[in-house]
């Protein structure tokens, strides 16, 4: 028992025979000729090219005004959390933002396995907006790192808006006792959207083998972010484990009490629909 704790989740072999060598300079996936024929994954996958494709100017225009007005809450939430901070109750405060980061690495992985695992891409609206970045990228792991900053972290920009604007109001509106006695609280909430925000770029830069940073190598080589060697376990075909991707901390405890396994278990038992048929779908349009 203790021996298969301590084995890694995926094999060397595994990672070499189902995932794309992303720190192969010539992104040379190709292991046999008939797989330089019909691509098992890259930019030149047929269903890859057919999902990026589907990026549409509309999904852009949505992009760009979650980025300004995201960007535009957390600069305002920022002065009013440094305005109201008080060094009496720091402990309270680093534990509230601890909790808002290993909260914000459980939600990312839940957001992946769902997007991942269950919904289709002809799903009205969500399909073709929310769920194509997340097929595509399975297909073509590397097409994160074309993508500019909007493309990135647009969608969960997003997401963190609601919870961001009604900080601000409150902020606006409560007296400074108010503010004192939910502070603890907001400094959660506020870490919570920061790292929820920040998920795509950090997952982007675990795929990004050349030409980072040296601070964001620092970060991944102590697992202070996804590391890119960790995220390698996701990308194993079927993409079954390891969804979390904000810090990776929950990856190792969620596979341990083998959490996603159970979930799925009991969504198929109740719907009758199968884990990532979908992604078997796409990851099979290769001509
Ligand atoms: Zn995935
Ligand atoms: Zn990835």
């Known amino acids: 028992m203790a021996s298969n704790?301590?084995?890694?989740?995926?094999?060397?072999?595994?990672?070499?025979?189902?995932?794309?060598?992303?720190?192969?300079?010539?992104?040379?996936?190709?292991?046999t000729a008939e797989e330089t024929l019909r691509p098992r994954w890259g930019p030149n996958h047929k269903g890859a090219q057919e999902l990026a494709n589907l990026y549409s100017r509309g999904k852009r225009i949505q992009e760009c005004m979650s980025v300004s007005v995201c960007l535009t809450l957390i600069v305002i939430n920022s002065l009013f959390m440094l305005y109201h901070i008080r060094l009496t109750n720091i402990t309270t405060v680093l534990m509230s933002a601890f909790c808002g980061i290993v909260s914000a690495d459980f939600g990312s992985g839940l957001v992946h396995w769902m997007a991942d695992t269950w919904g289709t891409i002809d799903i009205p609206i969500i399909g073709k907006n929310y769920l194509r970045p997340f097929r595509e990228h399975h297909i073509d792991p590397t097409s994160i790192t074309r993508h500019d900053f909007v493309e990135t972290n647009g969608d969960n920009f997003m997401i963190t808006i609601p919870f961001l604007g009604q900080m601000t109001y409150l902020f606006i509106t409560s007296s400074n006792q108010q503010i004192q006695e939910s502070f603890s609280w907001k400094c959660y909430i506020f870490l919570l959207c920061i790292f929820v925000a920040l998920t795509n770029q950090i997952h982007k830069w675990s795929h990004t083998y050349?030409?980072?940073?040296?601070?964001?190598?620092?970060?991944?080589?102590?697992?202070?972010?996804?590391?890119?060697?960790?995220?390698?376990?996701?990308?194993?075909?079927?993409?079954?484990?390891?969804?979390c991707i904000t810090t990776g901390w929950l990856n190792w405890p969620l596979e341990a009490i083998r959490f996603w396994p159970c979930l799925e278990t009991i969504i198929t038992a109740l719907t009758g629909c199968l884990p990532r048929d979908d992604d078997l779908k796409w990851a099979q349009k290769r001509t």
Do not use: C
């Open 5 to 31: 704790f301590l084995m890694p989740v995926k094999s060397d072999e595994e990672i070499l025979q189902n995932s794309m060598l992303e720190d192969d300079p010539n992104a040379n996936s190709s292991v």
């Open 210 to 243: 050349f030409g980072l940073p040296k601070w964001v190598v620092w970060l991944q080589e102590h697992h202070i972010i996804l590391p890119r060697r960790h995220h390698r376990y996701h990308h194993v075909a079927p993409h079954e484990t390891y969804y």
